[in-house]
């Protein structure tokens, strides 16, 4: 669905968790044994096709937070599947699995981090919205 649903996206869109999404996410779930080597290794090959057929965003943005944080924010949502399924091993994981993605990304977009850790919802919107207005399209 991710793959789909950014699959042709105008100029001003944005676009959230591509194909690399499923690819942190499986490497995560990789990393702490709940995915063989097998699995893994069909979906990495279904990764690499469908990142070869998407395409190249003009900024990648990751927002990013300390994973205990990330947890008590999960908890404070509420939502049953997430209390259960992203324990803070696997959010710890995640954000290794995120890490590791992005350093090895295409050169063309640009990437950005946005530490949300301590930080005010406005500030971290704010960041965000500087960020899309220096690249966005004339």
């Given at each position: 669905?991710?793959?789909?649903?950014?699959?042709?996206?105008?100029?001003?869109?944005?676009?959230?968790?591509?194909?690399?999404?499923?690819?942190?996410?499986?490497?995560?779930?990789?990393?702490?044994?709940?995915?063989?080597?097998?699995?893994?290794?069909?979906?990495?090959?279904?990764?690499?096709?469908?990142?070869?057929?998407?395409?190249?965003?003009?900024?990648?943005?990751?927002?990013?937070?300390?994973?205990?944080?990330?947890?008590?924010?999960?908890?404070?949502?509420?939502?049953?599947?997430?209390?259960?399924s992203l324990t803070v091993p696997f959010i710890e994981?995640?954000?290794?699995?995120?890490?590791?993605?992005?350093?090895?990304?295409?050169?063309?977009?640009?990437?950005?981090?946005?530490?949300?850790?301590?930080?005010?919802?406005?500030?971290?919107?704010?960041?965000?919205?500087?960020?899309?207005?220096?690249?966005?399209?004339?």
């Amino acid at each position: 669905m991710r793959f789909l649903q950014n699959r042709h996206p105008a100029g001003d869109w944005i676009c959230d968790q591509g194909v690399h999404s499923i690819l942190a996410y499986s490497r995560a779930r990789h990393a702490l044994g709940e995915l063989d080597n097998h699995i893994y290794q069909t979906i990495y090959a279904l990764f690499l096709t469908l990142a070869a057929e998407s395409p190249t965003p003009r900024l990648v943005v990751r927002f990013r937070c300390a994973p205990l944080e990330a947890r008590r924010r999960l908890e404070t949502r509420g939502r049953p599947h997430e209390t259960t399924s992203l324990t803070v091993p696997f959010i710890e994981e995640l954000d290794q699995a995120y890490t590791h993605i992005l350093a090895k990304f295409p050169p063309a977009p640009a990437i950005e981090v946005i530490e949300t850790t301590g930080v005010s919802k406005s500030a971290v919107v704010h960041r965000f919205l500087t960020l899309i207005d220096a690249h966005s399209t004339p």
